[in-house]
């Protein structure tokens, strides 16, 4: 990567969190010499790439700048020569979202958009056109650095590592806001913190924590269960059983109430989307609120309001990542990468969400060593429905298919899995013709 | 092993399913010189024991065979200098069997005595008992082979491997009842069929299926989903869907309908139990009918009405082990035996169910490569729940316990697990003195 | 495979060995309907097939059975629609073994053909050519079996399994004289044996051994230390050190001698080079003495004098296999197939040679759990070598081929490895046009 | 661990060395609150610990640092509460190393401290004394960090792993003497560099070498092929093939030289021996001539000379890892440390060399993936002789001694094993009370 001057493609760069993005890199000049920027988005996202685009050179301009923003439809001139390309795109918006979530809820199961039969769509939608995306860079862009937030980011990090030959992380929030949390139940500095992070994005368990070498995963599990702040935004807060932490003895990520707690999220996600609307269809609200703010041309900062959209720590999270990347910091990173042997029952190609050392050879994952029967089925259980969701998604195969469903542990069994997978390809049919 | 006496110890021997293994032994006398056989039971048990051996006699009488035929309460007598023991015994007897298909009922939850939360009751149960039987067996008959029947076959097997110095097989009817009905099939002989067998007990799949070196797994699906027989006598046979075996790839076996096929096995129970009852409540009344006839002084042979009670092939199975390892054939019998690398995603010490070389020097499973993520996530996570099992089972480990109904597939979720564990533990206060 | 009629092709059918082979199948005409034989050559071994070509017609014409013997250089013609392709030739002659035997030596280095620098310059010639018989085979046999016995069998049956999609199995006669030796010593049956087989061709040892189910693993090693009869013809029979055989606690195969007592091995060697010339330019004599006597047109049976050749068992191992597969006999050979994971530290893809069980489906390994560090660091370095050796061999890789050779361990170091492997391609120019 | 106030206790005080590890301390004491240092030796030693006592207290006195030190022979006064126990201690002293050095010659093989049947002999006098350190420890400070120097470090660790309860970690001066003479050749900073390092101990590579996310390991091979500096003090200097280089695809480090150029080497030490004296008899002049420097009582710093002495790093080696522990840095350190599947080939726990995160939690491994035949042979080979090595220091068993002998890569076959351990066992009767 030449020295001295950085660009970032930015595909899905209409996104509500851009501005976040933006305020990162202007945060980060001192260490990340990014001289332009190039947002790319689809034809129906053009308005709302508008509005992000004005509002970043806004930002820009007030910090005074020298960085190049364009904003445009053209994926391939926004790839060629970029040094990092951040995906952060959302296949057929959020009204394909807000199906995810019903479609599932019609057969009593968990609609979530990255968990379950939800985020199953998610990946059948997403996946191809990251493989698109890869082959621009494969041909444009061969040494940059792709770093996908797209969600479900470890199926499609997955996708990426077994189908194309671009460098890849994937990353998620869930971890670094676990990490906030936890030192705030500890009255502590994160980098205090040792903590030893491995399973699947959104599927991520602190298998031990340490504070300044003294074991305290006990103590915190204790805080969990008392109703001390674990959750994420964009999650219901059911609280977790004092004596079922204990008996689990690793810390959760808030996720982890669609595997544990599946009827109480069950029917909340019922009760919601009876009376406010399902998840996506709230943001829906919220971001149409945000880009009326965004359009305000006295605006020239990200707004306060962008963190009630649940995406804490985002621009964090991935822009420490370009830093650790960049100059070779060999940081640890709770990141989406190739297995090779972390988890040894895992295939070498699978990819996992655990501590990482990352720097400029990217990133390397840190040991576990042996994990135990409280944790390892439900890892391999739900890394099985991932294995063949990828080769369902790039091959359209439907037996692939059904077997991810059928291996889904919010999935009953083979009778729900075959109606809701004919529901979601009937529904998403447009967004799907590796299936036609 | 001495040559030319064999000894044989029953314990259970009062089970209704005594007289076929009797019926075996007396077809085996040119290949195993069994001399003596000692049925033990308990003294809650006392009466049947009491018909089966007489019936025993008068079989042995009927052929003349010259066997030393002793029954009795006394374990240590039975175990001493045994070259076999065989388990079949069953703690609590059918009423804890009704008891652990009720429970999980009333949680709206499979209730089954081998799989499931009841499977799981039984475990708890059976463990403490055979690992008693184990330490008689260490000090009276070092060099003795225990073959457990036993359900949780599997459980039972893992519990001895980890926990006693005993030469242990788990053994189980399912495999050879599968290899029958597939041969029946496809018309051909038994021993014409390669089965690949691999995976635990009652949770087992044939992967590949060749006859004469040709792959019909496919064949056999197709056969399978047309609605050919492929059931055992104690499980409703809810019919597969032959999209979702197609989509499988491998041949189930019938106990494979709880985890697949939940909700329709669920309703059936539901409406059994309010009806017939449960499959023990049904049993008893067979067993009722069974031990009539067995008084009959005239009855010289197993009665053809034993057929009915599900226990087919049990007899041969159990004796043609005993033949393999006496007379050191090296035959392929489908056993429970310690994973030793086959399934390289589960810890060595793990027992499985698969083809299995078994002779003089016990069973040595056969290899069975790569399995795909069509099936290593469902058995990894069944088997994270057996290990759990057993820990809570040897050291009454509630946290354990809990974990282990956690990562059953058959339940949903936390709230259920302790709801479901806390009834199990009250109501089978009096069988479970490790949690006290 | 089609019942009831079987046609053999045999590569190198001019071998001195193939009477031992004719004989083999007219034993087994009852089991193995052989209708078909047809013996292939180079044009340089067209002299030796016509004598063999003539001594089996007079063999098959004695015994009156109906079989079609064809001999010509037409590898195709042999090929099509044949059901089993055996494998027994030599490129180069016994010239290129004499140099695999010398060149070594003069580098104080262990000269033999299988083993060492001689069986790596003997892997680089036969590695092409079997993969050109296996195109062949691909297009004109798909279904058959190839089994294969040309040396060094292990890394010859490797590089099939990695650069072909012909089925096959490798096969030796060591380890059927290992067991026919220990049933000699222990005054048994060979069938009453259960002898734990695992390693790599010629570096195979018995780890534990069972006579009725008793281990007699430390009598076998006492007897053999004792000297009784441990050896193959083809191999000095240096005396084993008991207290080494105590140490090691499984029972080596014959050429481990080069392994564990490599210097009076070396030394037996050169001694043997100066005077009555290598084992090559020993066999060169043997071979004209015993096509002498094959030119009689008196004989129409295996002469005796073949039995001093070295190939004891050779036939019984190889048609042993084939009625195995033909008649899906699932009985126990020891051959060269994929790991498969048997031995968890080498890689799936890698082959070794343990006991399996061979039926129609082929060769499935039998587990032998975990290998003690005894033997699992030299399994490993000379698996190493072999992994090396068969990218060299394919790719006509220099750096692959130096490596193969550092990592032998009967090669001191990296000065040796490249002055052996200098003078090994010299020498075997015109068979090694990969390297060219 | 106490913030606030370290103990340091050094077992083998009177170490040449000691002197730098002191200026280490005195160097950082921003970082580190160093308030006591307890120098231990034996009753040997006394002479040499009190010069270093007197040097160390005139350094101490010359910063003015509030650091309380302690000389004793009471080893259990030492450990008592200290924080982190420092082991460099030498059993036997230098006669026994130089007889380790000239033992092994005595047979044609290669002598050498730590590698061949030196590092074996000087392992079984030190694994039984370490492991009377590590019951002191368990009573004393159970808390404590045991970081070992000791040679052969390897060994010693993962002696100490299998048989204590004690937090440990190996290390050597070897990895960051690499790593400073990478960036030597490559005109950069340590710290742009990322070197993959994994192997063990003295047999350690960087499988890969990045400079700026750049992959330089070619570049790197080709300098150290052309003669740049790539050697440590004590080692002869044998020039590097540069086509071995390139084959090997992988940096060595410079012990590698007695497994790669072992014939060049043995001519060398058999030379040397004759000469100047083995490297153990040439210490002995330059320690004689430490000593005599550090009696000067106008000496208050680290003498220059004590570079020459070999142990480059050494200080810097060490007093990183206290910091990164006792601050929780979470920095990269190249250590010896559990395997825990980092190599999936060698058991969990086996001690390797390599990259790890250091922090208050301890070393963590960084995963290296799959590492190919060049190297995983020769690792598993070493791995094993060390593996055995372990079970006869702990236990004295002779059977584990030969076999251990026989596996080393540097022992030609078992005849010499036998000649050496036998030669070792008489000359080291005094310090090896497990034997007898």
Chains 1, 2, 3, 4 share one sequence.
Request: net charge negative.
């Amino acid at each position: 990567m030449a020295k001295g001057a950085l660009k970032l493609a930015i595909i899905g760069g209409g996104s509500s969190y851009t501005p976040e993005l933006v305020e990162g890199v202007l945060k980060r000049l001192d260490r990340l010499p990014v001289k332009e920027i190039h947002f790319v988005d689809v034809e129906a996202g053009k308005e709302k790439l508008d509005i992000i685009a004005h509002l970043a050179q806004r930002m820009i301009d007030k910090v005074g700048a020298d960085i190049k923003l364009t904003a445009s439809m053209d994926r391939k001139a926004a790839i060629a020569g970029a040094d990092f390309v951040m995906t952060q795109f959302r296949v057929g918006g959020l009204q394909a979202r807000a199906n995810d979530e019903r479609i599932p809820l019609k057969y009593d199961v968990i609609g979530q958009e990255t968990t379950g039969p939800g985020g199953f769509a998610k990946a059948l939608r997403t996946i191809p056109v990251i493989l698109g995306i890869c082959k621009d860079i494969e041909a444009l862009a061969p040494n940059a650095w792709m770093l996908n937030f797209t969600n479900p980011a470890g199926l499609v990090t997955e996708a990426v590592q077994k189908y194309s030959k671009v460098k890849t992380i994937g990353l998620c929030n869930v971890p670094v806001s676990m990490t906030m949390m936890i030192a705030e139940m500890m009255a502590c500095q994160s980098d205090e913190l040792t903590l030893e992070y491995a399973g699947l994005n959104h599927l991520l368990w602190a298998h031990r924590a340490w504070l300044n070498g003294e074991d305290i995963t006990a103590q915190v599990l204790e805080k969990v269960g008392d109703g001390a702040n674990f959750s994420m935004k964009n999650i219901f807060e059911e609280p977790w059983e004092p004596e079922f932490l204990q008996a689990l003895g690793a810390i959760p990520c808030p996720y982890h109430r669609y595997f544990y707690q599946t009827e109480a999220m069950l029917a909340e996600e019922k009760a919601s989307a009876e009376q406010g609307g399902t998840r996506a269809e709230q943001v829906m609200v919220t971001e149409q609120e945000l880009f009326e703010l965004y359009q305000n041309p006295e605006l020239d900062e990200k707004p306060e309001q962008l963190e009630q959209r649940g995406g804490a720590y985002y621009s964090d999270a991935s822009l420490n990542l370009v830093d650790a990347i960049y100059n070779n910091r060999n940081t640890i990173n709770v990141v989406n990468t190739r297995n090779n042997g972390t988890m040894h029952f895992l295939p070498d190609d699978a990819v996992i969400e655990c501590s990482a050392v990352v720097g400029s050879a990217g990133a390397r994952p840190i040991g576990v060593g042996k994990l135990g029967p409280a944790v390892t089925g439900l890892i391999h259980q739900v890394k099985a429905y991932e294995q063949l969701t990828v080769e369902a998604a790039v091959h359209g195969d439907y037996d692939s298919a059904l077997m991810a469903l059928v291996n889904n542990p919010l999935v009953p069994d083979i009778t729900k899995a075959k109606a809701i997978l004919d529901d979601i390809l009937r529904t998403n049919y447009d967004y799907l013709p590796q299936f036609r």
